[in-house]
């Protein structure tokens, strides 16, 4: 069995912010072989753990050979790897040169900041299916806008999987921001997944000639055999909860979106050196899954609000 083996050039080669998008500081972690030989494993507590994301406009479909719908999309978030039929994941080849092969959207259930995000492509074959390339990019406003895409390329063009070169079963990258957070306030997620391999087990990027990702020609012609997708993991936490605001009657209503439930609401006179206090009594909240609300007695004189989780 070969050793895990990490790509540091990858940092350099194959994971590129596209100018303007604030991730200049992203950085890729590589490794494969057997799954004992991962840096990681599949997370059952992910941020989107569960969640079965649309299809965009210009998605490609499945591969004809995979059939099962639990190998479809629901597989990109079961935390189990690849299933007994050894189809998992597997997406459809000959999208197009430069064309993604599966184009998909999460939806966060709560606004979230990603400190992570780890994806598994592997393949019982061990060729170059193990191989993955996708781009990344994020909205804080419920889709309106999306910030410029992250692309990532598990291995450089030229890398070998077959029978007389390494033979990998299955590849994870990890990629994170060694400066900050990848992204804040994150309520979308889409992921461009592309194909990989011309069948040799040769990994190649998407494009005839220049990447414009990366701004570079590997030499070769565009891959078109797509992988399989494993295991699409995002590691964060749910971002601090804000408040909006809006009159009804003699009463200010106030709603936020969360899934913490041991939250009191404060309030203050002004905003120069606030003097933040508990309302007393805390008012009533109303909550429906992870939308809360509650009303508050309008006064005379003006009063700021704001939300504290409790210990």
Known sequence: ?????????????????????????????????????????????????????????GDRGWHSVNTDPL???????????????????LLNDFPGAGLPAKLVLYALPVPSDIDEIRVFTGNNGRDG????????????????????????????????NNTANHQWRVVLS????????LATEVTQIEFDFYSVDNT????RDPFDGINPFTGTDDGRSAAFVSPLVWEID????????RLSASQLGTA???GWLSRATNVAVQAASQLASPDWSDLQPQPVLQRDGITNSTSVALGAAPRFYRLRVLP
């Open 1 to 57: 069995m070969k050793t895990p083996q990490t790509i540091s050039t990858i940092i350099a080669l194959c994971c590129t912010a596209i100018a303007g998008s604030g991730s200049a500081q992203v950085t890729l972690l590589v490794t494969q072989g057997e799954e004992s030989d991962l840096a990681a494993t599949y997370s059952s507590t992910d941020l989107i753990e569960g969640l079965i994301p649309r299809e965009l406009p």
């Open 200 to 203: 040799q087990g040769e990994m």
């Open 174 to 181: 990890q990629l994170t921001n060694t400066e900050s957070r």
């Open 129 to 160: 299916r193990v191989f993955h390339t996708y781009t990344v990019r994020f909205s804080s406003d419920w889709g309106r806008t999306f910030t410029d895409p992250i692309y990532v390329q598990s291995h450089p063009s030229g890398t070998l």
């Open 252 to 254: 200010l209503q106030l």
């Open 234 to 241: 995002v590691l964060g936490t749910d971002s601090a909860p």
């Open 71 to 89: 190998d479809q999309l629901p597989a990109f978030t079961d935390g189990q790897g690849l299933r007994a039929t050894g189809l998992t994941g």
